[in-house]
């Protein structure tokens, strides 16, 4: 059975169908991002003072991260221009490139989500808190029986019995990486045995609501970017033999794919600014 | 190998496929303008973060001003809403209105949240 309207618009909308279907699922994907955009904005007026963080994230490679999405969307458009101009190996050549800036930017995403799965905050029992990345970890370590011994490239902050500016001041050693306290603060190998530690854990989504807004806005996004690079991918594969059968509707499936394509980097152009900068 | 599809797109088959290509070629100079702004957006945007405008609200305005700014160059050249549809328009609408909707609640909601929630 035909579908009808993959090629011809439809009298009464204008257009063919399934660009119809695609803004009504980017219309949904608004929604979706934007509950979580409200989750953000609900957590960070909520935060108490000085325990919002900034800096957490590499600015630079956040940046690069944007310019190599930003790039992804110019290839995806000139893929659907070559399409329409019958340049079959221009078209190849653009998604290609579209596809390897996509496994680029998941790649500098992993690379961000490993710095914060080896980033340690550990709570002594003298009171002080430790910061840092992990350098080893005795293989007896176990912070239950109380045995073995890590070590962390970071520093240390004391917030015991301070308040006012003192706190403030010493909080920002953590959580405002961005202020004269936060880029001052001296980073040495620190080694601590498991007796001295009450707890500890990795900068993961369960480390405070902004690591948790973080990895769930960012993750979401990832997904969108890994859904998004496998449709193109099959249309730059096995897909495109529809060219040589049906080229209008396989121009059509390039366009709507980049739509999809579009909206990504539009959510990205919000979350990297508020994410990272902000 | 070669792909020579069975058709061509619609446009090319009309005898206008010159006149067709140009109008794609003023297109591509239209993409890689947008691209070039996108890309210079992006660079006004880390260094206005690095520029302490007295409060940190005033830091986030400039933020997400750029953001807009990038986000209709995205939509309204690469996705081509500039000259689309009014049914898409009419999408978007409706859209726009339940995500004024949502941000809405959320403001609302504001007076009741529970202050001080833990972060740390």
Redesign the interface.
Same mark, same amino acid.
């Given at each position: 059975m035909d579908i009808p309207f993959t090629v011809q618009p439809r009298q009464d909308t204008g257009l063919y169908n399934a660009k119809v279907g695609i803004w009504l699922f980017l219309a949904s994907e608004v929604m979706l991002f934007g509950a979580l955009f409200s989750s953000y904005i609900l957590l960070r007026v909520g935060s108490i003072e000085g325990y919002w963080p900034h800096g957490w994230l590499n600015i630079p490679v956040g940046t690069a991260n944007t310019l190599v999405l930003i790039t992804s969307s110019i290839t995806t458009v000139m893929a659907w221009a070559s399409c329409k101009m019958n340049q079959f190996g221009k078209f190849k050549f653009y998604h290609a490139c579209t596809i390897l800036l996509a496994m680029t930017f998941v790649g500098i995403k992993s690379y961000e989500y490993h710095d914060k799965f080896t980033h340690y905050s550990i709570h002594l029992t003298n009171g002080k808190i430790a910061d840092g990345h992990i350098v080893s970890k005795s293989k007896d370590f176990n912070l239950v029986n109380k045995t073995g011994e890590i070590e962390i490239h970071g520093h240390e902050v004391d917030l015991a019995g301070k308040e006012g500016d003192a706190l403030q001041n010493e909080l920002k050693k953590i959580y405002d990486l961005r202020s004269p306290e936060g880029r001052n603060v001296q980073h040495t190998e620190l080694k601590y045995e498991a007796a001295q530690i009450d707890s500890m854990k990795t900068y993961g989504p369960w480390q405070n609501t902004y690591t948790a807004i973080y990895f769930t806005l960012t993750g979401l996004h990832a997904l969108h970017v890994i859904g998004g690079a496998l449709v193109i991918g099959f249309l730059w594969g096995p897909g495109s033999k529809m060219w040589k059968t049906d080229p209008e509707r396989f121009t059509n499936r390039v366009e709507i794919s980049g739509l999809f394509w579009h909206f990504v980097d539009l959510v990205w152009i919000f979350l990297f600014p508020v994410l990272y900068l902000l | 190998m070669s792909?020579?599809?069975?058709?061509?797109?619609?446009?090319?088959t009309t005898g206008a496929?010159g006149h067709?290509?140009e109008h794609?070629s003023h297109?591509?100079r239209r993409? /890689?303008f947008?691209?070039y702004a996108?890309?210079f957006g992006?660079?006004v945007?880390?260094l206005a973060?690095y520029i302490p405008f007295g409060h940190?609200a005033v830091?986030?305005g400039v933020?997400?001003a750029?953001?807009c700014g990038?986000?209709f160059l995205?939509?309204g050249y690469?996705?081509h809403l500039i000259s689309e549809?009014?049914?898409?328009y009419g999408? /978007?609408a409706?859209?726009a209105f339940?995500?004024a909707g949502?941000?809405a609640?959320?403001l609302w909601?504001?007076g009741d949240?529970?202050?001080?929630?833990?972060?740390?």
């Open positions: - | 792909h020579q599809p069975a058709s061509v797109p619609a446009a090319t496929a067709h290509d794609f297109h591509v993409y /890689l947008v691209f996108l890309l992006t660079v945007t880390v973060s940190r830091n986030i933020a997400l750029i953001a990038k986000a995205v939509a690469f996705m549809r009014k049914m898409i999408i /978007l409706f859209t339940f995500f949502l941000m609640l959320t909601a504001y949240f529970p202050w001080h929630t833990v972060t740390h």
